[in-house]
């Protein structure tokens, strides 16, 4: 995976925000927008094109399985994420479309790239 690879961060706390945005451009990739809602994600997806989109499961207005559905065939890569383990959403995160799952205590540049083609 290219240095250059795009980011946008979607979730409601700035904390974890600013925190994934540090780790991952130390990491290499290029954070190009954050979001804190699912209105706010599909709005950021569409005017700032990123490679990679990583999607908190539980946001305010809607979760990131219902912001998954209102995505088209030309979105970017997406990655969830949670502070709850994969378990707890069944099988709801394969039949998502998303790349993969990561939660928020093992999100790291690699575990991200290990998820991406």
Request: proline share 4%.
């Amino acid at each position: 995976m290219e240095s250059e690879t795009t980011i946008l961060i979607v979730d409601d706390h700035q904390g974890f925000r600013r925190c994934a945005r540090a780790l991952l451009e130390a990491d290499g990739f290029t954070v190009v927008g954050e979001a804190d809602d699912g209105e706010g994600a599909i709005s950021a997806i569409d005017s700032l094109r990123p490679d990679v989109v990583l999607l908190d499961v539980q946001l305010p207005d809607m979760d990131g399985f219902a912001v998954l559905s209102r995505l088209d065939e030309s979105a970017p890569a997406v990655v969830l994420v949670s502070s709850r383990d994969a378990s707890d959403y069944d099988d709801l995160i394969p039949a998502s479309g998303a790349r993969g799952f990561i939660t928020k205590a093992d999100l790291s540049g690699s575990a991200l790239r290990s998820l991406l083609p």
